[in-house]
């Protein structure tokens, strides 16, 4: 009886360990690699910007006179953006990745392949972590109208302000992301911006999301935009 008992109280011990490893591998581990990640791949985009190699998202934007030359196509898992959102925290910036595949949530930002380009009309949709791989939307629900949200693809500025949210709806509404969202409010084409995570913060029964409007632009050399500005 004695050595039954023995046994059953190690084998508790040992599951005990192994699910206190778990939860700081959850809560710690994946949020100092995710951390990590994002700074190599906003380094990698400054490096690329710095040797002039930039996609041509805001051409149009920007007014150069001719023809716009047509958008490189962004690759799946590379980072072409970096987002800050000063509601967040003025020291708040990830980079943006193309795709949505669990392998680029880990690194960031990820955009939904099948939605518009930066800045571009229709509808620029971009998921991300609540929690766990460094939390980048931890503090989603903080968000309000008004707000704004701003990205760089390292020659334009891009500031939309928040319309509406945070909505909360369930994971198979995939209208959220439609390029005029039903139940955003917009009613007309646009150059607009979705943000979506789970919720609630350690579950993913339901999804959190936010919709905006491209506000203004701006060349990277005129400065940051006034929205970043402390």
């Given at each position: 009886?004695?050595?039954?008992?023995?046994?059953?109280?190690?084998?508790?011990?040992?599951?005990?360990?192994?699910?206190?490893?778990f939860?700081?591998?959850?809560?710690?581990?994946?949020?100092?690699?995710?951390?990590?990640?994002?700074?190599?791949?906003?380094?990698?985009?400054?490096?690329?910007?710095?040797k002039?190699?930039?996609?041509?998202?805001?051409?149009?934007?920007?007014?150069?006179?001719?023809?716009?030359?047509?958008?490189?196509?962004?690759?799946?898992?590379?980072?072409?953006?970096?987002?800050?959102?000063?509601?967040?925290?003025f020291t708040w910036?990830?980079?943006?990745?193309?795709?949505?595949?669990?392998?680029?949530?880990k690194?960031?930002?990820a955009?939904?392949?099948?939605?518009?380009?930066?800045?571009q009309?229709?509808?620029?949709?971009?998921?991300?972590?609540?929690?766990?791989?460094?939390?980048?939307?931890?503090?989603?629900?903080?968000?309000?109208?008004?707000?704004?949200?701003?990205?760089?693809?390292?020659?334009?500025?891009?500031?939309?302000?928040?319309?509406?949210?945070?909505?909360?709806?369930?994971?198979?509404?995939?209208?959220?992301?439609?390029?005029?969202?039903?139940?955003?409010?917009?009613?007309?084409?646009?150059?607009?911006?979705?943000?979506?995570?789970c919720?609630?913060?350690?579950?993913?029964?339901?999804?959190?999301?936010?919709?905006?409007?491209?506000?203004?632009?701006?060349?990277?050399?005129?400065g940051?935009?006034?929205?970043?500005?402390?």
């Amino acid at each position: 009886m004695r050595v039954i008992v023995r046994t059953v109280s190690e084998l508790c011990i040992t599951v005990g360990a192994l699910i206190v490893l778990f939860v700081v591998y959850v809560l710690f581990w994946t949020g100092v690699k995710a951390d990590r990640e994002m700074n190599d791949q906003i380094d990698q985009l400054h490096q690329q910007w710095a040797k002039g190699a930039v996609h041509p998202t805001a051409a149009a934007s920007r007014g150069a006179s001719g023809p716009a030359p047509k958008p490189a196509s962004y690759t799946y898992g590379r980072p072409f953006a970096i987002m800050y959102i000063p509601r967040l925290g003025f020291t708040w910036n990830k980079p943006v990745l193309e795709g949505t595949g669990t392998d680029v949530l880990k690194k960031g930002l990820a955009h939904y392949a099948r939605t518009a380009r930066l800045g571009q009309e229709g509808n620029f949709a971009v998921a991300g972590h609540r929690r766990t791989y460094g939390d980048p939307f931890k503090d989603f629900p903080r968000l309000r109208p008004g707000d704004a949200v701003v990205l760089t693809d390292g020659t334009t500025w891009f500031t939309y302000r928040i319309d509406k949210g945070p909505y909360k709806t369930v994971p198979n509404d995939v209208e959220v992301i439609d390029p005029v969202p039903r139940k955003s409010g917009y009613t007309r084409p646009g150059r607009y911006l979705t943000l979506t995570t789970c919720d609630p913060e350690w579950g993913h029964s339901h999804r959190l999301i936010v919709w905006a409007h491209l506000d203004s632009t701006q060349p990277v050399e005129a400065g940051e935009p006034k929205a970043l500005r402390r």
